[in-house]
């Protein structure tokens, strides 16, 4: 009889200790999958701002590229233009003088306005490495620095 009551009080024991083992287990997965919450909550916050730098590039690219674009698209127009037009002073002129004139003329001011594009597409760039530099690199280095505060509090 007392092996009895001995095997019944170590069986209880035992199942109570399963049962608050279960407990535990249960309150462990919950505290999982609240850190696992917040540690995907905390990598899209991060890849969001990243995202949002890289689009602030992308832009910045974007509007580089469309005014070296533009530029040169400028510079083509204005070269036909000046073409056509010393052109036409060569061919319908009569004055040897005259033509020698005017190509000495067209020379400067194809290459007056060939510095002058070239200065817009250079100061372009400058101005693109400037704001990148300025604004894009203070944007970074705000952002590594709250990334880091948050780990190493």
Same mark, same amino acid.
Request: charged share 30%; no cysteine.
């Given at each position: 009889m007392m092996t009895l009551i001995a095997s019944a009080t170590?069986?209880?024991?035992?199942?109570?200790?399963? *049962?608050? #083992?279960?407990?535990?287990?249960?309150?462990?997965?919950?505290?999982?999958?609240?850190?696992? $919450?917040? =540690?995907i909550a905390a990598n899209s916050a991060i890849q969001?701002?990243?995202?949002?730098?890289?689009?602030?590039?992308?832009?910045?690219?974007?509007?580089?590229?469309?005014?070296?674009?533009?530029?040169?698209?400028?510079?083509?127009?204005?070269?036909?233009?000046? *073409?056509? #037009?010393?052109g036409l002073i060569d061919h319908f002129s009569r004055d040897d003088e005259?033509?020698? $004139?005017? =190509?000495?003329?067209?020379?400067?001011?194809?290459?007056?306005?060939?510095?002058?594009y070239r200065g817009v597409r250079t100061t372009n760039r400058a101005i693109h490495i400037l704001a990148d530099t300025l604004i894009l690199g203070q944007s970074e280095k705000r952002m590594i620095s709250k990334h880091h505060k948050k780990r190493h509090p």
């Open positions: 170590l069986l209880t024991i035992s199942t109570g200790g399963m *049962a608050y #083992t279960y407990w535990q287990l249960l309150g462990s997965r919950r505290e999982l999958r609240v850190v696992n $919450s917040d =540690r969001k701002s990243r995202m949002d730098l890289l689009e602030v590039r992308n832009r910045a690219r974007l509007l580089q590229d469309t005014v070296t674009n533009s530029a040169s698209a400028v510079e083509r127009v204005h070269k036909a233009i000046s *073409a056509t #037009t010393f005259f033509r020698l $004139s005017a =190509r000495k003329a067209r020379d400067s001011h194809d290459e007056t306005s060939q510095k002058i």
